[in-house]
């Protein structure tokens, strides 16, 4: 197998920029939880004090929808599929199921503990994990059926993570310097010591690492999820709450609740490399799938902060598909020579046991990295043997959005998509490519 890259037009390929807010968007009172759509076109804000959830489009930054839940949200978690989103109602103990396609609330799950606070979603979509804040409890929602069990914790749970594996779920501890690891598939729990009480909690996409917030201690730990401990020690702003990691791996964003700042931490080398200005008391952090936007809830302003990474070759903060912008990496095609038929596939290029999970091409295929999505519609790998298939991005709406396949004469062809992955490439400025749910 070959692959090569080649641009249809002149120019060179964006570089990584530095970070910046690049839109304000005014929403309900007191956001807390954000969670954005697999597929990068919205975003699902909690307004703690209005009993609401915001619905923003991440191509316009502006809210189409509000939709009312219970008293009180505060988490919020969307399906892998991107049908449902669970919002945590700490007021009204109960859990909102919102259809995503219509907005609107088609089940309630009642009596979840006495204060809901978190909601993190395996990675199948069958559980829901929810914590309760006022308790020492994790409830456990089966999503097909919406029936519940729970799993005893450390001392106020709050924030939930869930290793894209599904094997996990982390849940922090407020009321004490731990963090209670669950086994999902017998609920036995393995405690880890980290400095300080525990807020927020993010992992990387590759589940190497769980990254932990410290509102005391003004720091966020970095757990080794091989061995649960804590291999580092990252100090940020005032009273870090929510923390997440961009798709790419590359990036941390931490919420300093404390203040008015975000601040940006490299994962690689797990230091602080910008500190970014939003508004008052930032709570929640979600990324679109590609990187290239983050959206940080302020609780205190009522609004949410776009903020443009910089990352890969996509500027941020809204116009075609998830996180798009108007300036754009030039049109890249991709050529891939294939001799095999969709059964011979490498192992690698397949399904992961989990669905939603990413998997990397091996070093061998001439791959580097995780690639980074610039629209959200993705075309797979024509199989034909007797002529080389090109991956091209087509131009929409203003930016470089859909992929799509053609033949050497220029016609486009069938698609592959093996077991419901699909190919994501993209140069910025090395080729990269991912298998994606």
Not at 23 to 42: D, L, R
Not at 128 to 141: E, P, Q, R
Not at 180 to 200: E, F, Y
Request: proline share 5%; with cysteine.
């Amino acid at each position: 197998m070959v692959i090569v890259a080649a641009a249809l037009t002149g120019g060179s390929v964006l570089a990584a920029s530095s970070p910046s807010v690049c839109a304000t968007v005014t929403v309900g009172s007191n956001p807390s939880g954000v969670a954005v759509t697999p597929n990068g076109s919205y975003a699902y804000v909690a307004n703690y004090s209005s009993g609401s959830v915001s619905v923003i489009d991440t191509s316009t930054n502006s809210v189409t929808a509000t939709v009312s839940v219970g008293s009180n949200p505060f988490g919020v978690a969307v399906t892998p599929d991107g049908s449902t989103a669970y919002v945590a109602n700490r007021g009204s103990q109960t859990v909102s199921v919102i259809d995503t396609s219509t907005n609107t609330v088609t089940a309630t799950v009642s009596s979840v503990g006495s204060g809901p606070w978190e909601v993190a979603i395996t990675p199948d979509g069958s559980y829901a994990y929810v914590t309760d804040s006022l308790g020492s409890k994790v409830y456990v929602i089966d999503t097909s059926d919406n029936s519940m069990t729970s799993v005893t914790v450390g001392s106020v749970p709050m924030g939930v993570a869930i290793t894209p594996d599904g094997s996990y779920a982390y849940v922090t501890s407020l009321g004490g310097n731990s963090v209670s690891v669950i086994d999902t598939s017998d609920s036995s729990v393995t405690t880890v010591a980290v400095g300080s009480d525990s807020r927020g909690v993010a992992i990387t996409p590759d589940g190497s690492y769980a990254y932990v917030t410290s509102p005391t201690g003004g720091d966020v730990s970095v757990i080794d999820t091989g061995t649960n401990s804590e291999t580092a020690t990252v100090t940020v702003g005032s009273r870090p709450r929510g923390v997440a990691i961009t798709p790419d791996g590359s990036t941390a964003y931490v919420a300093n609740g404390g203040g008015e700042t975000v601040s940006v931490i490299d994962t690689g080398t797990n230091s602080v490399t910008a500190t970014l200005t939003v508004g008052s008391n930032p709570t929640g952090v979600a990324f679109t799938p590609n990187s290239a936007t983050a959206y940080v809830s302020n609780y205190t302003s009522g609004s949410v902060s776009a903020i443009a990474t910089g990352l890969g070759a996509s500027s941020g903060c809204g116009g075609s598909g998830a996180g798009g912008g108007s300036a754009r990496a030039v049109p890249q095609v991709v050529s891939v020579d294939l001799d095999l038929e969709a059964a011979e596939l490498p192992a690698s290029w397949s399904q992961s046991a989990t669905l939603g999970s990413w998997y990397q091409l091996p070093a061998s295929a001439d791959v580097v990295g995780v690639g980074e999505n610039a629209g959200k519609t993705f075309l797979g790998v024509a199989t034909r043997e007797d002529f080389p298939v090109a991956i091209a991005q087509r131009q929409v709406d203003n930016g470089w959005g859909v992929y799509e396949i053609y033949d050497a004469d220029g016609r486009v062809e069938s698609v592959f998509i093996p077991a419901g992955k699909s190919l994501h490439l993209t140069a910025a400025p090395r080729l990269h490519a991912i298998w994606s749910q």
